[in-house]
């Protein structure tokens, strides 16, 4: 693997001076995954969002690297066809046969749990050699943070508001990593930002390997989880320590946790910095955080459960 | 003109025999009846290992033409087939197809759009895509699906057009019927539709290009979209062109629209697809009867030929518009509302009478057609015309 000073090397992709906010997670887990791909050439696609807005204002472009934006809902099926124009090419002999092409997809929250589902399951299926990396800051963003099934319970949204009726979202959050998992693709991977080793390590593997890869990559967005610019990582990193976001990988079926967390911070650490959380640590919702703790931790136990299968 | 192997078969199986010879680099599609056996019959080729053609068995039409689009701008030659609530499922796809220059071909198998559910032939799926930016032909025999198939390639990957192109038949009437068909021999369609040159393609690694950027704040969406209708009109005469090559290599002539009777025609049928037979069975009886008829088949319906189908109804006195298709709300199908489009201008403007027919697949019977020029007849004997638009057969 990369050392630091040799990843400080490499040639970032994304280019500085797009339009996301200052802080952004998005750009971050770009650069890093990117970081992952080596020497290969990559082609990249992104689903409408934050990410794909910001970074593509004709006649600008912050893409160092070919890439192409189709629509919200079908970053991955659009991969799947320039992949697959990779091999029919390659098959035609216009392409030289030993040509090596990195392919991946990145999508939100919204373009991946929800309207992209789709899309994302039958190009996983279909065996594409493609990564996909959704970039996941649990809600839609780009429109102004709308709920989306990535937002956690109790999370305010605006389409999830607050109110004496209703305390933010009123549903616990979809568990998508391991739907990809049982996709039996030969990888996929949760991690974040805050732990950049990790993420490119696992983007390392999800590049090398041959067929489809999956990793979902926590980046907060500052905008909407009402915190600070210069949180980011620090965020991040809580959601790691509390076991809100648990760093593993599945490879070929084989689960394993990619980073120990020793003494499992309460999730309340961190809930209590992000203004969306906000209402939460009003007097009368102690139920609704004390039932938060329960699901993180019933989730870890389930996933500690799984690793130990392996 | 080259010398033909004559073949009996159905409009998909000779598609999917097009397709095999314009050597699609990606075949991207999802199943719906009545274009499934094109794919399948595709299929085959691919397993029998005819084709290097990468066939992505997607997992919806959505995926499928976003898929091709993908495909497309990666520098690849794209086919897809779709029908009905294929097409409908891909609409969003299908501007995103135009607007980003794309030369994907498709055939639809014109089929009813739900609800209620039907699987048989009209126009409403081909129709309600009309304006998303992509070169339309229609068929009205399994030999015209299989030409427009080839000449389409050609037409998609003009360097002055770049545009996608829908190659429509209609669902079973010309999908699953038999029919005599002439097949070019394979080097012949492929010296015809030679090879995609593709500029600025996603594959081409040393030179980055961002596809598909955002052109919102300020940006220049009003000019992309101007250089999109610049290039659908100088597809006008790029489709004349390829056309006229088809026919020196294939013997069968093609006109963006073709005539009947015309030239000291009283009254006119204009109409699209495989009715177009029933109307010159009609005409022709008319005809042996004395009865000065026409019939007008548009086979090039994007861009439309306004100018060309003024030119044919030049002198006739009333002209009937038969629109497989409804346009709800408006004052009658979308041929209808063209042809008194094209008129506009004439200077002896002749009555247009809309009529709907054959919705769902129902029945196109002769007396329909038969009724079609009574009324058009009385018309130019001076009677009143009907208020449009009249359902033909409808109970
Ligand atoms: C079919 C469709 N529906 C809705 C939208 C509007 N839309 C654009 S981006 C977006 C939300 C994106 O959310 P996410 O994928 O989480 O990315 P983020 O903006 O958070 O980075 C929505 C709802 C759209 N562009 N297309
Ligand atoms: S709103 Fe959030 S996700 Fe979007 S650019 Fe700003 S920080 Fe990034
Ligand atoms: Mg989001």
Redesign the pocket.
Known sequence: MATLKELTHREDRLAGGHRLCAGCG?SIAVRQVLLGAGEDPVVVGC?????EVSTTIYPYTSWKTPFIHN???NSAATISGVEAAFKGLKRAGKIPADKRVKFVAF?????TYD?GLQSLSGAMERGHDMVYVCYD?G?????GIQR?SATPKGAWATTAQVGPAQAGKQQRRKDLTQIMAAHGIPYVAQASISHWKDLTEKAAKAFAVEGPAFINVFAPCPRGWRIPFDKTVEIAKLAVQTGFWPLYEVEDGVWRQTVKVVNRKPVEEFLRPQGRFKHLFAPGNEALLAEIQADVDRAWEQLQRRFSEA | MVEQKVVAATGNTVVAEAMRQCKPDVVAAYPITPQTTIVEEFAAFVAKGRVHTEYVTVESEHSAMSACIGASAAGARVMTATSSQGLALMW?ELYIASGMRLPIVMANANRALSAPINIHCDHSDAMGARDAGWIMLFAETAQEAYDNTIMAVRIAEDYEVLLPVMSCLDGFITTHSIDRVSLLDDESVAGFVGEREAERALLDLEHPVTHGAFAGLGGPYLEFKKAQRQAIERSRAVVKRVGDEYAALSGRPFGVLETWGMDDAEVAVVVIGSTAGNVRHVARALRADGKKVGVVKIRCFRPFPYAELAEALSGVKAVAVMDRAESFGAEGGPLYLETRSALYDASNRPAVVGYVYGLGGSDVKLELVESVYGDLLDIAGGAAAPAGPVYLGAR
């Not at chain 1, 689903?47 to 990410?51: D, N, R, S």
């Not at chain 1, 809600?139 to 429109?143: H, K, Q, S």
Request: hydrophobic letters at 35%.
């Open positions: 998005a689903a409408t969002g934050c990410l629509a919200f809902e999508g939100g929250d919204g373009g309207i800051n809600a839609y963003m780009n429109t989306s | 969003e």
